[in-house]
């Protein structure tokens, strides 16, 4: 640091601390309610079941043939994405790894750089307005890292046996959700986690390393089209990772249909398409929606000189409006399915195929030089019209700190009038199309058979 001149030190440190505290990285909540009607009269996927693999068991089964292919994703990725911190080598897979199941998962997810402590288990999730079977339910402890549900429906999560039949769209619509279930948590060194000692990601570039959800947001989130002198600020920000993570699970997908274990496949491919949804959503991809370059400069110099409120208004702003258009999506979308209303625009939005030629397969570009240009283009329109919509304590009120677990923010759009509740739904059904979309850009991409695939 001693070498920037002062002012860019300033703007850096307090850009940095501006960052600080936004905590908030669900995007949408419950990916599995944007991935059911996007893939669900897919040919590759409609009428599918595949037979339920442990990961030990493909990975005891893969063993000799996943170094190869793990180590050539790692040279793609560090030729191919920007500011990405290399894997050290002695985390590679290898073959001999494969004595015992816990060794063995132990050393694949050192290998792919996730939380070691994610169990991985065997379930699906039923869609709303159904429950697991009786005897059946899961434990949220056998599910994810987390402490804390949140708002997770737990009584759809169900437990299932090794070699059962499992529909297609069920196993990747529940794999969409669960890269939010921790598998990108704690892998920082400054996040006190064991891992985070390991992995060579270094200090967590953005967002608080002492919360626990937030540090998966630089795995979640990609801020590429900001302008320059932000990037001179605040260089940080271009530290993301989710273009490595759609290609490496994209990688895995492939090599695992190539090696005969479609259940892996399939689940491989949720978890890709998972941060293709995220893309889609304009607090992911933009720093601050509404709010201009030089004002948010503008403002981080004013609370480096001692002037607070602008900053925390501004923050409390964007992590309330992120919040406030998550719970939304995520109620009216639950209740939609629940009665099933199939009709819903959100809903409609993932079926509508009108766009699929512009993004037919997902490539390694497509991430950043289409989804987040379409979403940082939708962001200010949309950002005003989540100030329009909902009360405005929920969204332009400093004081408030939106938490989302208790309001129900698609039962407060219905207080505003009803032209401004159809411009929101029509702006979030078009991030819907988006997910739609790339969700199915990601499945041509990977599924094995078929003419698409043929093609490829
Ligand atoms: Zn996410």
């Known amino acids: 640091m001693r070498h920037l001149r002062p002012l860019r030190r300033c703007l850096c440190l307090t850009a940095a601390f501006f960052f600080a505290a936004q905590p908030v990285a669900w995007a949408w909540s419950g990916h599995a309610l944007c991935t059911w009607d996007a893939v669900g009269t897919m040919p590759q996927v409609v009428g599918h079941s595949v037979p339920a693999e442990a990961l030990t068991t493909f990975l005891a089964m893969e063993a000799a043939a996943l170094p190869k292919v793990l180590e050539e994703e ?12 290399p894997r050290p080598d002695s985390l590679a897979f290898k073959a001999a790894d494969g004595a ?33 079977a009786a005897g059946r339910e899961m434990a949220w402890s056998a599910l994810s890292i987390l402490k804390d549900a949140g708002d997770i429906d737990q009584k759809r999560m169900e437990r299932v046996e090794e070699g059962e039949a499992l529909s297609v769209a069920d196993v990747i619509a529940t794999a969409t959700d669960e890269p939010d279930f921790g598998l990108d948590i704690g892998l920082f060194q400054d996040n006190g986690q064991k891992q985070g000692a390991l992995y060579n990601f270094g200090p967590q570039p953005f967002g608080n390393p002492l919360l626990d959800y937030g540090s998966q947001a630089p795995f979640h989130m990609g801020f590429y089209h900001e302008a320059g002198i932000l990037y001179k600020a605040a260089p940080f920000l271009q530290h993301t990772y989710p273009e490595a993570r759609v290609h490496l699970y994209m990688t895995l997908s492939r090599f695992a249909f190539a090696q005969g274990h479609p259940y892996w496949g399939w689940r491989f491919a949720g978890w890709a398409a998972h941060y293709v949804q995220d893309m889609a959503q304009p607090y992911h991809a933009r720093v601050l929606p509404g709010v201009g370059t030089v004002s948010m400069l503008w403002t981080s110099v004013l609370d480096k000189v001692g002037v607070h409120g602008p900053r925390i208004a501004a923050l409390n702003r964007v992590t309330n409006r992120h919040t406030a258009l998550e719970n939304y999506q995520k109620n009216r979308m639950t209740a939609a399915l629940a009665q099933g209303d199939k009709d819903d625009p959100l809903v409609a939005a993932l079926r509508d195929t009108s766009g699929d030629a512009t993004v037919q397969r997902l490539q390694p570009t497509t991430l950043r030089d289409v989804s987040s240009v379409q979403s940082v283009a939708a962001a200010d329109a949309l950002d005003a019209q989540v100030e ?9 009120d400093a004081a408030t700190n939106l938490d989302g677990k208790d309001a129900d923010l698609y039962a407060l759009s219905r207080q505003a009038p009803a032209a401004e509740q159809a411009k929101l739904a029509g702006l979030v059904a078009d991030r819907m199309r988006q997910a739609g979309r790339d969700t199915r850009a990601v499945i041509r991409a990977v599924a094995p058979d078929g003419t698409e695939a043929a093609q490829r």
């Open 100 to 132: 015992e199941p816990v060794a063995l998962k132990q050393a694949f997810v050192h290998a792919i750089r996730v939380n070691e402590d994610v169990p991985f288990p065997l379930y699906v999730q039923r869609q709303p307005g159904t429950v697991a």
């Open 74 to 85: 790692e040279q793609w990725a560090r030729t191919n994405v920007p500011f990405y911190a």
């Open 388 to 396: 329009r919509s909902f009360p405005a304590r929920y969204v332009s």
